[in-house]
Protein backbone atom coordinates (compact mmCIF):
# COMPACT_ATOMS: atom_id res chain seq x y z
CA UNK A 1 0.00 0.00 0.00
CA UNK A 2 2.74 2.26 0.72
CA UNK A 3 4.52 1.56 -2.91
CA UNK A 4 0.88 2.91 -4.67
CA UNK A 5 0.64 6.32 -2.11
CA UNK A 6 4.34 6.50 -3.21
CA UNK A 7 4.02 6.49 -6.94
CA UNK A 8 0.63 8.19 -6.94
CA UNK A 9 2.04 10.88 -4.82
CA UNK A 10 5.06 11.18 -7.35
CA UNK A 11 2.00 11.34 -10.58
CA UNK A 12 0.97 14.30 -8.34
CA UNK A 13 4.30 16.30 -8.26
CA UNK A 14 4.21 15.81 -12.58
CA UNK A 15 1.32 16.73 -12.72
CA UNK A 16 1.81 19.99 -11.14
CA UNK A 17 4.79 20.51 -12.58
CA UNK A 18 3.64 20.40 -15.91
CA UNK A 19 0.80 22.85 -15.51
CA UNK A 20 3.41 25.30 -13.74
CA UNK A 21 5.05 24.89 -16.52
CA UNK A 22 2.47 25.70 -18.93
CA UNK A 23 0.86 28.82 -17.15
CA UNK A 24 4.91 30.27 -17.29
CA UNK A 25 4.34 29.86 -21.37
CA UNK A 26 0.93 31.63 -20.97
CA UNK A 27 2.26 34.32 -19.12
CA UNK A 28 5.14 34.44 -21.13
CA UNK A 29 7.46 33.55 -18.53
CA UNK A 30 8.45 30.06 -20.00
CA UNK A 31 10.16 29.05 -23.38
CA UNK A 32 8.14 28.45 -26.36
CA UNK A 33 9.76 28.06 -30.02
CA UNK A 34 11.42 31.06 -30.85
CA UNK A 35 11.82 32.50 -27.35
CA UNK A 36 14.52 31.04 -24.76
CA UNK A 37 14.09 33.14 -21.17
CA UNK A 38 17.96 32.26 -21.25
CA UNK A 39 18.92 33.48 -24.15
CA UNK A 40 17.04 37.08 -23.99
CA UNK A 41 17.77 39.92 -21.40
CA UNK A 42 15.65 41.15 -18.86
CA UNK A 43 14.03 43.92 -20.93
CA UNK A 44 13.51 41.65 -23.93
CA UNK A 45 11.97 39.35 -21.58
CA UNK A 46 9.69 42.14 -19.71
CA UNK A 47 9.06 42.98 -23.84
CA UNK A 48 7.92 39.29 -24.93
CA UNK A 49 5.48 39.14 -21.28
CA UNK A 50 3.61 42.21 -22.14
CA UNK A 51 3.16 41.15 -26.04
CA UNK A 52 1.50 38.04 -24.44
CA UNK A 53 -0.90 40.10 -22.10
CA UNK A 54 -1.66 42.22 -24.33
CA UNK A 55 -2.58 39.53 -27.35
CA UNK A 56 -4.11 38.19 -24.55
CA UNK A 57 -6.70 41.12 -23.69
CA UNK A 58 -6.81 41.97 -27.25
CA UNK A 59 -8.34 38.11 -27.61
CA UNK A 60 -10.61 38.64 -24.32
CA UNK A 61 -11.98 42.14 -26.03
CA UNK A 62 -12.90 40.45 -29.66
CA UNK A 63 -14.65 37.84 -27.90
CA UNK A 64 -16.73 39.78 -25.63
CA UNK A 65 -17.08 42.31 -28.51
CA UNK A 66 -18.15 39.40 -31.01
CA UNK A 67 -20.55 38.07 -28.08
CA UNK A 68 -22.52 41.68 -28.10
CA UNK A 69 -23.32 41.75 -31.12
CA UNK A 70 -24.79 38.68 -31.31
CA UNK A 71 -27.17 39.75 -28.43
CA UNK A 72 -27.70 43.12 -30.36
CA UNK A 73 -31.02 43.91 -32.11
CA UNK A 74 -32.06 45.94 -35.15
CA UNK A 75 -33.87 48.28 -33.53
CA UNK A 76 -33.01 51.91 -33.13
CA UNK A 77 -31.96 53.59 -30.18
CA UNK A 78 -31.74 57.05 -28.70
CA UNK A 79 -29.11 57.87 -26.46
CA UNK A 80 -25.47 57.10 -26.96
CA UNK A 81 -23.08 55.20 -24.85
CA UNK A 82 -21.22 57.72 -21.65
CA UNK A 83 -17.39 57.75 -23.16
CA UNK A 84 -16.46 57.41 -19.71
CA UNK A 85 -18.75 54.00 -18.94
CA UNK A 86 -17.19 52.71 -22.80
CA UNK A 87 -13.51 53.28 -22.03
CA UNK A 88 -13.95 51.74 -18.43
CA UNK A 89 -15.95 48.99 -19.74
CA UNK A 90 -12.95 47.81 -22.25
CA UNK A 91 -10.44 48.44 -19.61
CA UNK A 92 -12.09 46.37 -17.28
CA UNK A 93 -13.46 43.71 -19.91
CA UNK A 94 -9.78 43.04 -21.42
CA UNK A 95 -9.44 40.99 -17.91
CA UNK A 96 -11.90 38.80 -18.47
CA UNK A 97 -10.93 35.36 -19.23
CA UNK A 98 -13.42 33.06 -18.51
CA UNK A 99 -16.05 32.18 -21.70
CA UNK A 100 -18.92 32.04 -19.45
CA UNK A 101 -18.03 35.74 -17.72
CA UNK A 102 -16.90 37.13 -21.07
CA UNK A 103 -21.15 35.71 -22.59
CA UNK A 104 -22.73 37.95 -19.13
CA UNK A 105 -19.88 40.90 -20.49
CA UNK A 106 -20.86 40.89 -23.78
CA UNK A 107 -24.53 40.51 -22.75
CA UNK A 108 -24.25 43.71 -20.49
CA UNK A 109 -22.67 45.70 -23.29
CA UNK A 110 -25.50 45.07 -25.56
CA UNK A 111 -28.31 46.12 -23.10
CA UNK A 112 -26.01 49.40 -22.52
CA UNK A 113 -26.29 49.86 -26.21
CA UNK A 114 -29.85 49.32 -26.72
CA UNK A 115 -30.45 51.45 -23.51
CA UNK A 116 -27.30 53.09 -22.14
CA UNK A 117 -27.89 54.02 -17.92
CA UNK A 118 -28.61 50.62 -16.82
CA UNK A 119 -25.56 49.04 -15.65
CA UNK A 120 -23.16 51.42 -13.42
CA UNK A 121 -19.42 51.56 -13.33
CA UNK A 122 -19.62 51.04 -9.94
CA UNK A 123 -21.23 47.75 -10.68
CA UNK A 124 -19.12 46.86 -13.42
CA UNK A 125 -16.07 46.77 -11.24
CA UNK A 126 -17.30 44.63 -8.24
CA UNK A 127 -18.56 42.36 -11.66
CA UNK A 128 -14.85 42.39 -12.48
CA UNK A 129 -14.06 40.42 -9.10
CA UNK A 130 -16.83 37.95 -9.62
CA UNK A 131 -15.59 34.42 -10.26
CA UNK A 132 -17.70 31.75 -12.51
CA UNK A 133 -18.60 29.86 -9.13
CA UNK A 134 -20.15 32.89 -7.48
CA UNK A 135 -21.89 33.74 -10.61
CA UNK A 136 -23.22 30.25 -10.13
CA UNK A 137 -24.33 30.92 -6.78
CA UNK A 138 -25.82 34.53 -7.67
CA UNK A 139 -27.77 32.27 -10.93
CA UNK A 140 -29.30 29.89 -8.57
CA UNK A 141 -30.46 32.80 -5.42
CA UNK A 142 -32.71 34.24 -9.19
CA UNK A 143 -33.87 30.50 -9.53
CA UNK A 144 -35.83 31.42 -5.78
CA UNK A 145 -36.25 34.85 -5.84
CA UNK A 146 -39.58 36.72 -5.64
CA UNK A 147 -40.86 40.13 -5.98
CA UNK A 148 -43.37 41.29 -3.47
CA UNK A 149 -46.55 43.18 -3.60
CA UNK A 150 -45.35 44.60 -7.15
CA UNK A 151 -42.12 46.05 -6.58
CA UNK A 152 -39.77 44.98 -9.20
CA UNK A 153 -36.75 44.55 -6.78
CA UNK A 154 -36.11 41.00 -6.04
CA UNK A 155 -36.13 39.30 -2.80
CA UNK A 156 -35.16 36.20 -1.63
CA UNK A 157 -37.66 35.11 1.23
CA UNK A 158 -36.51 32.79 3.91
CA UNK A 159 -39.65 32.93 6.19
CA UNK A 160 -41.37 34.68 8.86
CA UNK A 161 -41.38 35.26 12.37
CA UNK A 162 -44.03 36.15 15.03
CA UNK A 163 -43.47 38.99 17.27
CA UNK A 164 -45.79 37.98 20.21
CA UNK A 165 -49.37 37.80 20.82
CA UNK A 166 -51.14 34.46 23.11
CA UNK A 167 -50.72 32.14 20.20
CA UNK A 168 -46.59 32.52 20.77
CA UNK A 169 -46.78 31.13 24.29
CA UNK A 170 -47.33 27.65 22.47
CA UNK A 171 -44.44 27.44 19.65
CA UNK A 172 -41.29 26.47 20.25
CA UNK A 173 -39.50 28.77 18.02
CA UNK A 174 -40.49 32.28 17.07
CA UNK A 175 -38.66 31.90 13.58
CA UNK A 176 -39.92 29.74 10.88
CA UNK A 177 -37.63 29.38 7.92
CA UNK A 178 -36.81 27.57 5.05
CA UNK A 179 -33.70 25.72 4.37
CA UNK A 180 -31.95 26.90 1.24
CA UNK A 181 -29.49 23.89 1.24
CA UNK A 182 -32.61 21.64 0.52
CA UNK A 183 -32.18 23.69 -3.00
CA UNK A 184 -28.42 23.89 -3.45
CA UNK A 185 -28.38 27.03 -2.13
CA UNK A 186 -26.20 26.55 1.44
CA UNK A 187 -25.72 29.66 3.60
CA UNK A 188 -22.02 29.63 2.92
CA UNK A 189 -23.13 30.57 -0.15
CA UNK A 190 -25.46 33.45 0.85
CA UNK A 191 -22.09 34.87 2.22
CA UNK A 192 -20.08 34.72 -0.34
CA UNK A 193 -22.38 36.83 -2.47
CA UNK A 194 -23.00 39.22 0.58
CA UNK A 195 -18.76 39.41 -0.07
CA UNK A 196 -19.01 39.67 -3.25
CA UNK A 197 -21.43 42.74 -2.86
CA UNK A 198 -24.76 41.06 -4.67
CA UNK A 199 -26.50 40.72 -1.73
CA UNK A 200 -27.25 42.81 1.23
CA UNK A 201 -25.25 41.50 4.37
CA UNK A 202 -28.63 41.67 6.86
CA UNK A 203 -32.07 40.46 6.51
CA UNK A 204 -34.95 42.82 5.94
CA UNK A 205 -38.52 42.41 7.31
CA UNK A 206 -41.89 43.33 6.15
CA UNK A 207 -43.86 45.22 8.73
CA UNK A 208 -46.70 43.01 10.86
CA UNK A 209 -49.19 41.82 8.60
CA UNK A 210 -53.03 41.67 9.13
CA UNK A 211 -55.37 39.44 7.84
CA UNK A 212 -57.01 43.16 6.39
CA UNK A 213 -53.78 43.68 4.45
CA UNK A 214 -52.55 40.46 2.69
CA UNK A 215 -49.51 40.75 0.57
CA UNK A 216 -48.49 39.30 -2.82
CA UNK A 217 -46.02 37.82 -4.61
CA UNK A 218 -44.92 36.17 -7.50
CA UNK A 219 -42.64 32.91 -7.42
CA UNK A 220 -41.71 31.24 -10.30
CA UNK A 221 -43.50 32.92 -12.47
CA UNK A 222 -46.77 32.16 -9.91
CA UNK A 223 -48.38 34.94 -8.01
CA UNK A 224 -49.56 34.22 -4.81
CA UNK A 225 -51.55 36.20 -2.15
CA UNK A 226 -50.65 35.85 1.29
CA UNK A 227 -53.23 36.36 4.26
CA UNK A 228 -51.62 35.74 7.92
CA UNK A 229 -54.56 33.82 9.69
CA UNK A 230 -54.02 35.68 12.62
CA UNK A 231 -52.14 38.75 13.77
CA UNK A 232 -48.11 39.53 15.24
CA UNK A 233 -46.60 38.07 11.66
CA UNK A 234 -43.52 39.41 10.06
CA UNK A 235 -42.22 38.37 6.53
CA UNK A 236 -38.11 37.99 6.42
CA UNK A 237 -36.03 38.23 3.50
CA UNK A 238 -32.77 38.87 1.85
CA UNK A 239 -32.97 41.78 -0.23
CA UNK A 240 -29.97 41.87 -3.90
CA UNK A 241 -27.73 45.22 -3.61
CA UNK A 242 -28.12 47.79 -6.76
CA UNK A 243 -25.36 45.77 -8.51
CA UNK A 244 -27.30 42.66 -7.89
CA UNK A 245 -30.66 44.08 -9.05
CA UNK A 246 -28.28 45.52 -12.29
CA UNK A 247 -26.97 42.18 -13.27
CA UNK A 248 -30.46 40.35 -12.55
CA UNK A 249 -31.72 41.74 -15.57
CA UNK A 250 -29.21 39.52 -17.39
CA UNK A 251 -29.92 36.14 -16.15
CA UNK A 252 -33.07 34.74 -16.40
CA UNK A 253 -32.88 31.20 -15.02
CA UNK A 254 -35.92 28.82 -15.02
CA UNK A 255 -37.24 29.27 -11.87
CA UNK A 256 -37.06 26.78 -8.93
CA UNK A 257 -40.20 24.98 -8.37
CA UNK A 258 -39.57 22.77 -5.63
CA UNK A 259 -38.69 25.52 -3.86
CA UNK A 260 -41.46 27.32 -4.58
CA UNK A 261 -43.65 24.68 -3.46
CA UNK A 262 -41.82 24.43 0.01
CA UNK A 263 -42.43 27.71 0.35
CA UNK A 264 -46.09 27.64 -0.03
CA UNK A 265 -46.11 24.79 2.30
CA UNK A 266 -44.27 26.51 4.86
CA UNK A 267 -46.82 29.42 4.64
CA UNK A 268 -49.69 26.92 5.38
CA UNK A 269 -50.12 26.99 8.63
CA UNK A 270 -49.86 30.76 9.40
CA UNK A 271 -51.25 31.85 6.44
CA UNK A 272 -53.76 31.23 3.76
CA UNK A 273 -52.19 31.09 0.55
CA UNK A 274 -54.43 31.86 -3.07
Avoid: C
Avoid at 116 to 139: C, D, I, V, Y
Amino acid sequence: MAEVVKVSNNQLDVSARKKTLLLGRQLGLGSEEGYRPSNASIIERAEHRALKQASQYQSNIETIYAIAISHSSSEVTGADLDPDWVHQFFKLAEQIHNRNMQELWGRILANEVSSPGNFSLRSLAALKQLTHKEAQMFEKVLTMAATINGDSKLKLINGYRHTGGIGQLFRKSENVNIAFSLFGLPYSSILTLMDAGLLHRSEFETGELTSKNPISFTLAGIKKTLTPKHGHLILSYYRLTSTGDELAQLVHPKPDEEYAKALGALFTKDFKLD
